[in-house]
Antibody, heavy 124, light 107 residues
């Protein structure tokens, strides 16, 4: 069974930094693209970032480009999102989501399954 | 950026009724459109990928159709566990984008 478990969410001051993680199991992690998707309180879904299975290809939403960095450690089956220069508008539940088979290259995907999410709150 | 517009925003229905949710793209996404269901306090669940393919474990009452710019999610006969918010999502172009959601609520 595929499982994705996020961790690292916290209350952070504006301008601060945070790294959230996603531990994956139940599949060959390095063969699949992975994504971060966020949902602000009471709002819809917003795709944040994607990374190929090898980690060589990354993509970002314009709203986070230059501030957030997606990465992965295939030896630990773990996905990361480093978030810098955080703003109030970044407050959301951050979900990691498995994409389609993608060992390398750019593989835009649907998301299946999703983790349970981790809450990042940016406030002074 | 491809904008996905869902309609209607809210549907008030009774169990047993047929549900039709529309998703219109600002430019062609070929067949690269997915549908998700989200219940309160839960993560979204993939229902349909690439316009018409049911995800693993999804009941046959859920179906998707369309291509290009116009897509439809249909629930043939609404069951109590189907009351939720539904989102469409395109994977044809970066950045990946979602529709604004359609809430299916009890009438």
């Amino acid at each position: 069974e595929v499982q994705l478990v996020e961790s690292g969410g916290a209350l952070v001051q504006p301008g601060g930094s945070l790294r959230v993680s996603c531990a994956a199991s139940g599949f060959t992690f390095s063969n699949y693209g992975m994504n971060w998707v966020r949902q602000a309180p009471g709002k819809g879904l917003e795709w944040v970032s994607a990374i190929s299975g090898s980690g060589e290809n990354t993509n970002y939403a314009d709203s986070v480009k230059g501030r957030f960095t997606i990465s992965r450690d295939n030896s630990k089956n773990t996905l990361y999102l480093q978030m810098n220069s955080l703003r109030a508008g970044d407050t959301a539940v951050y979900y990691c989501a498995k994409g389609r088979y993608c060992s390398g290259g750019s593989c835009p995907s649907w998301f299946d399954p999703w983790g349970q999410g981790t809450l990042v709150a940016v406030s002074s | 950026e491809i904008v996905l517009t869902q309609s209607p925003a809210t549907l008030s229905l009774s169990p047993g009724e047929r549900v039709t949710v529309s998703c219109r793209a600002s430019q062609s996404v070929s067949s690269h459109l997915a549908w998700y269901q989200q219940k309160p306090g839960q993560a979204p669940r993939l229902l349909i990928y690439d316009a018409s393919n049911r995800a693993t474990g999804i009941p046959a009452r859920f179906s998707g159709s369309g291509s290009g710019t116009d897509f439809t999610l249909t629930i043939s006969s609404l069951e109590s566990e189907d009351f939720a918010v539904y989102y469409c999502q395109q994977r044809n172009n970066w950045p990946l984008t979602f529709g604004g959601g359609t809430k299916v609520e009890f009438k």
